[in-house]
């Protein structure tokens, strides 16, 4: 089993920054994709960034492109989020999920793709 912890949510103001860390524990070593997703209220949950296990591959969705930043430290089983000039529109859960597909194998947006997950960060951006 692994084990899925976000932190780093909080209220931030629009144009401001946050960045969320994503710690697992257990069987790492059986871990190869790392994505963050988000879920606003009301919404489905989105697909928002994704990182390789080696952390040369990266992709993120159209919506966060130029302003988040996904990275990943594998000698502290972390994996970062940085949000840049955050919108009103940024605002919501944010989940932390890890795969045991390799970045060839994965369809990255996919939820159903990831096999563990955290229980989520709030982030809220005021206007």
């Known amino acids: 089993q692994v084990q899925v912890v976000e932190s780093g949510g909080g209220l931030v103001q629009a144009g401001g920054s946050l960045r969320l860390s994503c710690e697992t524990s257990?069987?790492?070593?059986?871990?190869?994709?790392m994505s963050w997703f988000r879920q606003a209220p009301g919404k489905e949950r989105e697909f928002v960034a994704a990182?390789?296990?080696?952390?040369?591959?990266?992709a993120y969705a159209d919506s966060v492109k130029g302003r988040f930043s996904i990275s990943r430290d594998n000698a502290k089983n972390t994996v970062y989020l940085q949000l840049n000039s955050l919108k009103p529109e940024d605002t919501a859960v944010y989940y932390c999920?890890?795969?045991?597909?390799?970045?060839?194998?994965?369809?990255?947006?996919?939820?159903?793709?990831?096999?563990?997950w955290g229980q989520g960060t709030q982030v809220t951006v005021s206007s």
């Open positions: 999920a890890a795969s045991e597909r390799s970045w060839l194998t994965i369809a990255r947006v996919r939820s159903e793709q990831y096999n563990y």
């Open positions: 257990g069987r790492t070593f059986s871990i190869y994709t």
């Open positions: 990182i390789s296990r080696s952390g040369q591959n990266t």
